[in-house]
């Protein structure tokens, strides 16, 4: 069974967690997008792992994960994340693999994207880790993959720097190549979790484009990029929080606009810790926008939503969400692709009770105060599609399970 765990929204939903916790009904995990720009947290007990480009499931001792076609993997990222999973005693060895398929950053791509990003009269807010670059050489037909390292005649257009960089790594590159496609060909029956990165609106297409990262991080990137094909999956779920939240520029029609101490946006910010995996920047925060969430569970056949973050409203008195824009005069309700429109877009806001109690230990749909309740039937209408997980802190633990994806429909 293949199950395909995407972002709905403009990244950093939780994706890690629910990852995580999938996984141990999993075999294999294939992330299938993105690079050392994505940044997933995994809480166990007193433990924190800060993951960029292994794939989640590597906590769990007994899984394999590899590293998909679609993604750019940058060496020196990797070992380094790697070496941090040794020193907390987790045994990697023999148990990550990266697909023969997928790119490599080298260092000019890096160098190259912070000076576009600093050429550009609208910055993005990349991440800076040479990843528009890598994804940009890869469709010039100027990229190197891991399947090209070893290959002296594709490696003559490098420059010097790039060279070298690959000599530091390619012996134990190429101990975890593998053919991606061939990999899965012989676990049809595996369970494999396809683990994406970004989300919906930071994808190369049906993303806030050009605001977006450079990948295919809908779900069809696992398809494409996954070692699979379209009808190879199952099921596609998308996780969403609570709220948006937003790192980088770019429209964001439901943003705060007050950043003040004491403001919600600064009580959103530090409750559910929104600050950058990757580069520790600030979030920026807006209520849950259901326009936006709806187009993306459209464009991916999401049959299956998750909610994260949703204790990070157990304090609030009331709370709001945005159930269409105001458009130049208009009311609209789908998600525009003119990013002038999204620009212009004003939210129109839907007012929820709060419950004003910690749901933190709550494992059950049935023990959910009322009001939760109420909010999370509301998204289910509103966007046409169950929520089967509900997350309710960081850890493991804290999951209130409705529905497990990994049953059979
Ligand atoms: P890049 O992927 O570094 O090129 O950055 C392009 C845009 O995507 C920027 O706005 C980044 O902040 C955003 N971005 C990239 N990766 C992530 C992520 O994992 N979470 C949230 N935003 C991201």
């Known amino acids: 069974m293949n199950i395909v765990v995407m972002g709905a929204q403009w990244g950093d939903e939780g994706k890690g967690k629910i990852v995580d916790y999938l996984a141990s009904e999993a075999g294999v995990i294939v992330r299938f997008s993105g690079g050392a720009n994505a940044g997933h947290t995994i809480v166990i007990g007193n433990d924190k792992y800060a993951l960029h480009l292994v794939p989640s499931g590597i906590l769990y001792p007994d899984k394999m994960v590899v590293l998909g076609t679609g993604m750019v993997i940058d060496p020196e990222a990797l070992f380094g994340e790697l070496a941090g999973l040794t020193e907390k005693g987790i045994d990697w060895a023999g148990r990550v693999l990266v697909s023969d398929r997928a790119h490599l950053v080298l260092p000019s791509h890096r160098r190259i994207d912070k000076e576009m990003e600093a050429g550009r009269k609208q910055p993005i807010g990349t ?15 100027d990229g190197i993959r891991l399947a090209d390292i070893d290959d002296p005649e594709r490696l003559v257009n490098l420059e010097a720097e790039d060279r070298a960089f690959l000599d530091l790594y390619r012996d134990r590159l190429l101990e975890m190549k593998t053919d991606l496609v061939a990999f899965l060909r012989k676990r049809r029956n595996a ?7 970004q989300g919906a609106l930071l994808d190369i297409d049906t993303g806030s484009y050009p605001f977006v990262s450079s990948g295919m991080s809908c779900a069809a990137g696992a398809a494409a990029q996954g070692g699979i094909g379209p009808r190879g999956i199952d099921r ?6 609570a709220y948006t939240t937003r790192v980088g520029n770019g429209p964001f029609p439901t943003e705060f606009s007050d950043d003040s101490p004491g403001s919600l946006q600064a009580f959103i910010r530090d409750t559910g810790n929104e600050y950058g995996v990757t580069t520790g920047r600030p979030r920026r925060v807006g209520y849950l926008d259901l326009v936006a969430l709806r187009y993306a569970c459209a464009a991916n056949s ?7 973050h949703l204790d990070v409203y157990d304090e609030l008195e009331s709370f709001e969400t945005c159930v269409a824009y105001r458009l130049r005069g208009k009311l609209i309700d789908d998600f525009p692709a003119s990013i002038r429109d999204l620009e212009s877009a004003e939210p129109v806001l839907r007012r929820f009770s709060g419950w004003k109690t910690s749901i933190k230990s709550t494992r059950s749909w049935e023990e959910l105060p009322r009001q939760a309740r109420d909010y999370v039937q509301f998204i289910e209408e509103f966007t046409e599609t169950p929520v089967s997980l509900i997350s309710v802190g960081s850890d493991r633990t804290q999951t209130i399970v409705r529905e497990s994806p990994w049953t059979r429909s």
């Not at 991440?127 to 037909?141: D, E, L, N, Q």
């Not at 596609?236 to 929080?241: E, I």
């Not at 999401?302 to 994260?308: A, F, G, K």
């Open 191 to 197: 369970y494999v979790l396809f683990e994406g990165a």
């Open 236 to 241: 596609v779920l998308g996780v969403f929080k």
């Open 302 to 308: 999401v049959d299956r939503l998750v909610l994260t």
């Open 127 to 141: 991440t800076g880790r040479g990843i528009g670059v890598a994804y940009g050489m890869k469709s010039f037909r």
